[in-house]
């Protein structure tokens, strides 16, 4: 059996599978990188625990913290991007969302990227979770010109938004406080996927007899996406899991395309016409000096995007770029015509006779000869081979991977 490994910041150490101390809980998720852990160490006192989540090598922090004055067991869950897991990362933080009865969980995003980041929050608002919004990075945000109406989405959204900039403490006080004063509304944000997937959501979630921790419609969508986990659930829970699977299949047949692009799509209108409603940004400060792109280059660029994204012409124009820029360019040209010259005619003919025979003139020894200018030497085959030979396929290779 794996034992689970223990890192603690602090005093002391306790077991991964610690015992709940009974106090409520602050769960914090959302993407890597975006502020989690600079959170959960404001948060949580020095005597935190950092263990293997059971059974997985992925890392949970925990510890004990004051908020406004009020005791809670702080949780920071590894980076996930969206509630459907593809790693072993986004599945434990995806069972912290299921299982974990928290007092509010805290979806933590970075400001600059809301467009990107919002999907998660919509998936989160979706599952029925006590949640609130923190909009952190906010000093990089305003850095690239991006203004932010944090009381209109909190009301689009229908919950609390906090925006901060954790690594200075700004902000902080007022999300304490709004931790300590969680209470649910009743007016969250309901997307609309459609009247297909709508409905296919309906048929799948209206088959489930049972009571879940997260609502049925987000579970029905992680059914229709093919979760494991879902499934797992439903075969625990439902005395009919076998009947719920028939109708999620019947329901896949219906479409050409796969669901789970669907329903990313349209979670993605969603996000976008509420970001337009609430975000601003200045067209100048887009990027940092050195990264601008001017906009001809940015409408030259997502044309190409749009080209290489669809099927029909992306998989012609992949051939392509293998046919002539790798077996052609790289395999015929670089490898073939490239490296003959260089070896052949430039070394072999040139550079080599000359160093050899003005090495001999300098260097009578038979020895030092053969080990520098012989059939084997360093500077006969050992330079030429380096230059000649693997110089122009290296630097070909790195700059396709520019
Ligand atoms: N400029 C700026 N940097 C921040 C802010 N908050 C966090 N950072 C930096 O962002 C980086 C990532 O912070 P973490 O707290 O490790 O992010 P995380 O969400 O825990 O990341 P994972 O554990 O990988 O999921 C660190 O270098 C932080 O110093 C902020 O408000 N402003
Ligand atoms: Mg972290």
Redesign the pocket.
């Known amino acids: 059996m794996k034992l689970p490994s223990l890192k603690t910041r602090g005093k002391c150490c306790q077991t991964s599978e610690t015992p709940s101390n009974g106090l409520e809980k602050i769960v914090l998720v959302?993407?890597?990188?975006?502020?989690?852990?600079?959170?959960?160490n404001h948060f949580s006192n020095s005597y935190t625990i950092v263990s293997n989540y059971p059974g997985t090598t992925v890392e949970i922090s925990k510890g004990d913290g004051k908020v406004a004055g009020k005791e809670y067991e702080i949780i920071?869950t590894?980076?996930m991007y969206s509630m459907l897991p593809i790693t072993e990362e986004e599945r434990v933080s995806q069972k912290y969302v299921f299982d974990e009865d928290a007092h509010v969980y805290i979806h933590?995003v970075d400001a600059k990227n809301l467009r990107r980041m919002l999907p998660l929050t919509i998936q989160l608002i979706e599952a029925d979770v006590p949640l609130i919004l923190v909009l952190?990075?906010?000093?990089?945000a305003e850095e690239r010109g991006v203004e932010i109406d944090t009381q209109r989405l909190a009301k689009r959204l229908g919950i609390p938004v906090v925006s901060?900039?954790?690594?200075?403490g700004r902000g902080l006080k007022e999300l304490e406080e709004t931790i300590a004063n969680y209470k649910p509304t009743l007016n969250y944000f309901v997307p609309n996927y459609g009247e297909e997937i709508e409905s296919a959501i309906e048929k799948t979630a209206s088959a489930l007899k049972s009571e879940y921790s997260i609502s049925k419609r987000t579970l029905a969508q992680l059914l229709l996406q093919k979760d494991l986990v879902a499934f797992e659930k439903i075969k625990q829970k439902e005395e009919e899991p076998a009947r719920i699977s028939k109708i999620v299949s019947d329901i896949e047949t219906e479409y050409s395309e796969p669901l789970n692009l669907k329903i990313a799509v349209n979670k993605q209108d969603n996000v976008n016409e509420i970001v337009d409603s609430v975000m601003t940004q200045q067209e100048d400060r887009k990027k940092p000096a050195g990264e601008k792109q001017s906009k001809k280059e940015n409408s030259l660029s997502k044309q190409i995007d749009k080209l290489l994204i669809r099927p029909i012409t992306g998989i012609p124009i992949l051939f392509l770029i293998l046919y002539f820029g790798l077996y052609k360019f790289v395999g015929v040209f670089a490898a073939g015509t490239v490296v003959d010259y260089l070896e052949g005619t430039l070394f072999g003919e040139q550079i080599n006779p000359w160093v050899i025979a003005n090495f001999n003139a300098f260097v009578p020894y038979p020895v030092i000869q053969d080990l520098f200018v012989g059939e084997y030497g360093i500077l006969t085959q050992a330079i030429t081979y380096a230059i000649a030979l693997i110089m122009p396929l290296w630097e070909i290779s790195s700059s396709y991977s520019r």
């Open positions: 959302g993407n890597p990188n975006v502020g989690k852990s600079v959170l959960f920071d590894p980076g933590v952190n990075m906010m000093d990089e901060t900039v954790s690594t200075a």
